[in-house]
């Protein structure tokens, strides 16, 4: 079982809407939780970080942390083009980040 | 802001030859790691090192090697290439204490083919 699982995907969103992104990870240990941007053929770009329980917003993108649930979600608020990329959800522990596979957004105009 | 640079865009090898993949980046940071990336697999860590001289294993070590002269340059080697190491590799970095917060900064990554 990976250490962090995504769900699959993809994700097709209509322009405006909401999108979800769900993550679950395994290693109680973790002390921090990332989402990267990755836009295709590009290398990942973080653009949120959470290490409290609870909600932490950053312009139009939301994120939580349920550590008893070993949750993490992503919320992307008034979904845009430019948003459509993969997005990678990682979870940190002893120096290293452990990554899920991904879900690929598509927001359709 | 820190500039992680890996040498290669893209590159294509052969068979069995000795391959160098080479990252360096620029702020002083003592953590770097390669990764690989293939569609459905995300990122999986190949290798880390802590130190220069310093390395650890990550989880698909198997067929790769890496050398840390300087804290600095990170290189990952592939001994013999095969076909089966076709794939993105990423080389990411950060500075001990700061990741907690931060996560890593990552190079453009290198697209290799193995033929």
């Known amino acids: 079982q990976k250490e962090v699982e995504q769900n699959s995907g993809p994700l097709s969103v209509p322009e405006g809407a909401i999108a979800s992104l769900n993550c679950t990870y395994s290693d109680r240990g973790s002390q921090s939780f990332f989402w990267y941007r990755q836009y295709s053929g590009k290398s990942p770009e973080l653009i949120m970080f959470i290490y409290s329980n609870g909600d932490k917003e950053d312009g139009r993108f939301t994120a939580q942390l349920n550590k008893a649930s070993q949750y993490v979600s992503l919320l992307i608020r008034d979904s845009q083009p430019s948003d459509s990329a993969t997005y990678l959800c990682a979870g940190y522990n002893d120096y290293k980040l452990s990554f899920g596979a991904g879900t690929t957004v598509t927001v359709r105009a | 802001d820190v500039k992680v640079t890996q040498s290669s865009r893209y590159l294509v090898k052969r068979t069995g030859e000795k391959v160098f993949l080479e990252c360096v980046q620029d702020?002083?940071?003592?953590?770097m790691f390669w990764y690989r990336q293939d569609p459905g697999l995300g990122l999986r860590l190949i290798y880390f090192s802590y130190d220069v001289k310093m390395k650890e294993k990550g989880d698909i070590p198997e067929g790769y090697s890496v050398s840390r002269e300087k804290k600095e340059r990170f290189s990952l080697i592939l001994e013999s290439a095969s076909t089966n190491q076709t794939s993105m590799y990423l080389c990411a970095s950060h500075k001990v204490g700061s990741a907690m917060d931060y996560g890593y900064t990552f190079g453009s990554g290198t697209r290799l083919t193995v033929v």
């Open positions: 702020m002083d940071h003592e953590n």
